[in-house]
């Protein structure tokens, strides 16, 4: 019998660059369509000045309606480092909805990256 073959994959997002998270959606948009969604597991770590890009009202309607659209699926994950809230001013209210918190951006990097997360710094 043969091993159906699992993406795990580990989009790592640390600038407040709206252009780099857009290319980070598609790239796990195309990987889902191209390998189907129950082969791929997806995390999106944000630290240091990203979390800035997952508080409400201020990425284009059309990046937050992909990034939903990733979230709404059981095999994507979406985490913002605690720590770089903290140090940003910004209260976990302020987030997204779909957004997950995590003590430490880096911390979670390493995990994924320990698990065979595949990571890719759009």
Do not use: W
């Not at 073959?5 to 252009?19: A, N």
């Not at 390998?35 to 979390?51: K, M, T």
């Amino acid at each position: 019998m043969e091993t159906k073959l699992e993406y795990k994959v580990l989009f790592h997002i640390d600038q407040y660059d709206e252009d780099l998270l857009v290319i980070a959606i598609k790239n796990a948009l195309n990987l889902m369509a191209d390998r189907g969604v129950s082969s791929v597991r997806i995390a999106l770590v944000a630290n240091y000045v990203a979390p800035k890009l997952f508080v409400k009202n201020v990425l284009e309607e059309e990046t937050v309606e992909n990034l939903a659209t990733l979230a709404e699926n059981q095999n994507v994950s979406i985490f913002i480092c605690n720590n770089s809230l903290r140090s940003l001013n910004i209260d976990k209210t302020e987030l997204l909805d779909f957004c997950e918190i995590v003590p430490a951006g880096i911390v979670k990097i390493v995990e994924l990256q320990n698990r065979g997360f595949a990571y890719v710094k759009p």
